[in-house]
């Protein structure tokens, strides 16, 4: 049976998601734009869960646009709001690819972009990001929680500040790794825009969602038959969306319970390397109790993740959306020791991971790395 430990990648879509998604699938498939009343009940279908997520995340007062992922609901957020045709656009290295690599598109289109410095755990430095935002910033991002490290950012803090700076700046937050996994009210946040994926909160993959404070304008990056109130066109998924309500009321009435137990998974795993050297937790505070970031001097990661297979235990090594680089841009935002970048893994955590299986993953851990050690004829520091 899989020990499955990159539920930052993505996570096991619930029975009850997978039954309300085959549902729309193969019962009740209306298209929610035709004029028949079954289209029409399908339409309501969509209202009433959109209506429930932004009850359960403290937007009613905002508009959700549901997306085909987290990433277009950044791209949404970041492309089809700007106004000035000039400016300049403030961000963190830490940031997803989904913001960073966006941030370069607006580059090329004529805008300054500032890069603000991270700290040594995934925590933005809040007093460089602020220093670079000024009368010509139209666009702040800042991520809620490191998708890499699990470093949980004061998104209300940074936001007053930057209003404060500029009060005409539009800020966004990416709060894939939030919602669910720690607890999110949009309004308190005080954000002008905010996104969200499906797939990390045990929902079907191929639905995300942007919030936006109610008088933000967001052009339409995606044109077409005018779906979404003319802002994301294409015909819904809607066993998708309505099933998204449900993973987000689930996700959110346990995320007390599974913040102790996940605390105490990392506690666990901390005891089963206490005899190991030589390795480094990337985030001790303020941290998703989710996300657990080591690094081990002197090995590779992605070695250590496959030798874990053979006992059926999958972890991640960063980033799933920018596997295919050598070397992690969030290790050198954190100017991580050069002996350590390439030995990072990321154990992620979810509802169906269990005691034992967290107490298997340390154990094996631990003997992968003396194992690899030993045919290194490894020197400890």
């Known amino acids: 049976m899989i020990k499955y430990f990159d539920n930052c990648a993505t996570t096991k879509a619930d029975e009850q998601v997978v039954d309300i998604i085959t549902k729309y699938q193969t019962e ?81 289109r004529g805008y300054e972009v500032r890069i603000a410095k991270t700290t040594t755990d995934g925590h933005i430095d809040v007093a460089d990001f602020v220093s670079k935002v000024d009368s010509q910033t139209v666009l702040a991002c800042f991520m809620h929680v490191n998708n890499e490290t699990g470093a949980v950012n004061d998104v209300r803090t940074i936001n007053a500040l930057v209003k404060r700076a500029n009060p005409r700046t539009l800020t966004f937050s990416d709060g894939v790794q939030a919602v669910g996994k720690i607890p999110v009210n949009f309004a308190s946040l005080g954000v002008d ?12 993959k191929g639905v995300g969602c942007l919030i936006a404070k109610n008088g933000v304008r967001v052009n339409p990056i995606i044109t077409g038959g005018g779906q979404e109130k003319g802002i ?41 390397l206490a005899k190991t050297p030589d390795w480094r937790e990337n985030c001790t505070e ?29 972890v991640g090594t960063g980033s799933a ?48 790395v003396e194992q690899l050690r030993k045919t290194m004829h490894y020197v400890t520091e």
Not at 58 to 71: D, K
Not at 193 to 204: D, E, N, Q, V
Not at 232 to 257: D, F, M
């Open 193 to 204: 825009l905010y996104s969200f994926s499906a797939h990390k909160i045990h929902a079907g």
């Open 232 to 272: 994301r066109s294409g015909t819904e998924y809607v066993g998708g969306v309505v099933a998204l309500a449900t993973a987000v009321q689930n996700a959110v009435e346990k995320v007390a319970e599974h913040t102790e137990i996940f605390q105490q998974y990392k506690q666990i795993l901390r005891n089963c």
């Open 321 to 368: 959306c920018s596997s295919k680089n050598k070397q992690s841009r969030i290790a050198k935002a954190i100017a991580m020791p050069l002996d350590y970048t390439e030995g990072i893994l990321r154990i992620s955590f979810s509802k169906y991971n269990t005691t034992d299986q967290v107490q298997l993953l340390g154990e094996k851990l631990a003997f992968c």
């Open 28 to 108: 009740t498939y209306f298209n929610p734009s035709a004029r028949s009343s079954f289209s029409l009940n399908i339409a309501n279908d969509i209202a009433n869960a959109r209506q429930k997520i932004a009850k359960l995340l403290g937007a009613t007062n905002a508009e959700l646009v549901f997306t085909a992922s987290g990433t277009e609901a950044d791209n949404l957020a970041m492309l089809g709001t700007i106004r000035p045709k000039s400016g300049n656009v403030v961000l963190t290295e830490s940031e997803h690819s989904a913001v960073f690599n966006t941030a370069q598109v607006l580059k090329n």
């Open 286 to 314: 303020n941290c998703s109790p989710a996300i657990m970031s080591l690094a081990f001097r002197g090995i590779k990661g992605e070695v250590l993740l496959h030798m874990l297979e053979q006992f059926d235990i999958i």
